[in-house]
């Protein structure tokens, strides 16, 4: 088992068509037995992770019986988001429950922020090496 993984930095276009350089992360999640491969962005600024609700779905998720109670900031603000535990494999490292704030935004990314994704990875940028590198917590 690799004691940290390396990845580069994802070209994307943004909404002026203009290019950028995103941490995107590979990852397999897992939501009671069902996997969904599926790309995060790592977000040191974010407060929560955020799933976005067609991926809530693929994993088996059922809005109704979510954990309620949850606000989300920013653009998100206007969503209503409920608490979900998911699974997440990053590459051969070991396997960790994230939480997430699940939300009825569809056209948001998968975002990994401070809680609890920074808090079970650490996380390197050498944004002008266009690389970053994760290690497990474990």
């Excluded at 974010?46 to 606000?71: C, F, K, S």
């Excluded at 603000?77 to 979900?84: Q, W």
């Excluded at 935004?105 to 650490?122: C, I, K, R, S, T």
């Amino acid at each position: 088992m690799a004691d940290f993984l390396r990845f580069s930095y994802s070209e994307t276009r943004g909404s002026s068509g203009e290019t950028l350089f995103r941490p995107i992360l590979p990852v397999i999640l897992t939501h009671r037995g069902t996997p969904y491969t599926a790309h995060a962005i790592i977000d040191s600024g974010a407060d929560v992770n955020v799933l976005p609700y067609p991926i809530g779905i693929g994993l088996g998720g059922n809005w109704e019986q979510a954990r309620t109670g949850l606000t989300l900031s920013g653009n998100l603000a206007n969503y209503e988001a409920r608490g979900i535990l998911v699974n997440c494999t990053v590459g051969d490292l070991p396997s960790v429950q994230l939480a997430f704030a699940w939300t009825r935004a569809e056209h948001v990314p998968l975002l990994f922020g401070q809680v609890n994704f920074f808090m079970e990875f650490d996380v390197c940028f050498f944004r002008a090496r266009s690389m970053f590198e994760i290690r497990s917590r474990s």
